[in-house]
């Protein structure tokens, strides 16, 4: 070995130690990379920040783009519905749908570009039932990545097999669209499997780097608002009358925060206190549990067991709670919130008035107000964002942070067309991936889908500076000869083996070099090695290529690979989360694919 061989081994150690011990983040060990392999000679300055503008970095800054864009105008919404009414309440069958569905996407699409779109729909999926971001975004990742290997176009290795089959100056058959199909798909459904029986074990409970929202802290800190039920007014039996009349809040200090009447045909997310309750209505009410049981009890009304008439509007994406304070010049200084129509003035509910270091559940809109006083309100974001935007002086400051946002529904169309048009450029006249991607993500925002810092606020940078550092690293494995040296050292050493022991070699090499260097690399650097390798151990070269193309979407030890990184963040995940999952995903992919070559193959 050279020594600049030995310094690139010494660099390699030195990176992975510091992803699983996390001595810093992620990204800093990226930028790091980007200064120490030039200052000791691996890599040229030029070759060190190359990374920053590569098609790969500029892809997922895009694709992320438009993500958000198809987000914002409420796409995504649209697509998260069907899924969350076949998933229902269950982890498994959300998972089930989730990395199933974006695994056959991304078995004819880009893998990073498959993940991305979906990362906010599994971000609002997992809001909505209330799991942990964690445990949905490694599956879907996970089986983005082995989505690529259904068909020869799903990912980069395989779409450059065929150029690469050259032996003796002769051009191998080529393989067909389909021919690896029964290897990707049995690897798709091994994932799956894995992380619905195992997924319980491997996969942390983080909330990602959204963590814990402003309305749940909210909901701890005022105990009498910790539930959001809604009931059912039988006929006949169950009680009705003036909102008013009913005394709901002042007699079991539950407060109704909407009313469905279905032969109105209306529904109110604001009742007034002058509105009337009436035989099938359907009805919201914030409180404590054995308050509102009680309210059930004693007038006859039925506790559904979850949200139904109320399961969009009082969605946590959609509506949730927020603190405000009365301001020093608030037109609400010495006046109640009767006085002043509080409910018709903005479209909110208050739940909880804090005065004088007490709370008040009841009565509360009957109570002078004064600078300083804080309300606990409850509605729709947008009416939150409206009320906060008002000119100055503001009636109410915000003391939490608001969660939702306003969506541009009415952009819908022109976020879908930016997609079309980015993903028709790709297909059909093969403009570069993030050529394609970006005009795309700059139509979005010149027709004003995004405003500009939407856009760079969407983008995570923590992402694009690991990815953009580990390039250099992969420049230095190849340029130094070390990748080519280990790869030939390790065939060397298991001799003449029968071929299928031979294709499992190559599987385990392929992986490894797939964390430490791009994919695309390995594959240009392994299948002429192997293909001669499989020649003189007498086997079939086109499989030893096909074996190398596959493993190098075996990539889930370390956050190295794309989907990996991009999901780190939300997902809330640490280096070695991915390891605990990917080790054992890892075995399991190399299992499958020698198990499929060897009885669907005929290789022995």
Known sequence: MTPAMIMTMIVLVFVICLFVFEWVRVDVVGIMMMVLLPLIGLVTPKEAFVGLSSNAVCSIIAVIIIGAGLDKTGVMNKVARPILALAGKSENRVILLIAGTVGLISSMMQNIGAAALFLPVTQRISKRLGIPTSRILMPMAFCAIIGGTITLVGASPTILLNDLMVLGGQKLEPFGLFTQTPIGVCLLLTALVYFIIFGKLILPESTGKFGKGASEMLIREYQGVNNIVELHVPEGTGRVGILDDLNIRPKFLVTVIGISSPSARTTNHVPHSHEEIASNDDIAVVGKKENIDQLAKEYGWVIKDSLETFAESLANTNSGMAETVVSPRSELIGKTLNEVDFKELFALNP????????????????????????????????????????????????????????????????????????????????????????????????????????????????????????????????????????????????GHPSPIVLLGVIGIMTSFFTLVISNVGATVLLVPLCMNMAVMAGGDPRMAALVVGLSASNTFVLPTHQVNALVMRPGGYKTLDYAKAGVIMTVLFLVVELTVIYFFYGIG
Do not use: C
């Open 351 to 494: 739940l909880v008035l804090f005065k004088d270091n007490k709370k008040f559940y009841s009565g509360l809109t009957n109570i002078k107000l004064a600078m300083g006083d804080t309300l606990l309100l409850q509605g729709p974001w947008e009416k939150f964002h409206i009320l906060k935007n008002r000119p100055q002086p503001r009636a109410l400051i915000f003391a939490s942070p608001l969660e939702g946002e306003i969506l541009r529904p009415t952009k819908a169309i022109l976020a879908v067309t930016w997609l079309a048009i980015a993903l028709i450029q790709i297909i059909f006249f093969k403009v570069q991936l993030s050529v394609a991607l970006m005009s795309g993500a700059l139509g979005m925002i010149i027709t004003g889908v995004l405003t500009i810092d939407e856009a760079y606020s969407s983008v995570d940078w923590m992402t694009v500076f690991l990815l953009a550092g580990l390039i250099p690293l992969g420049i230095a494995f190849e340029k130094t000869g070390t990748a080519a040296f280990i790869a030939q050292a390790v065939l060397q050493l298991v």
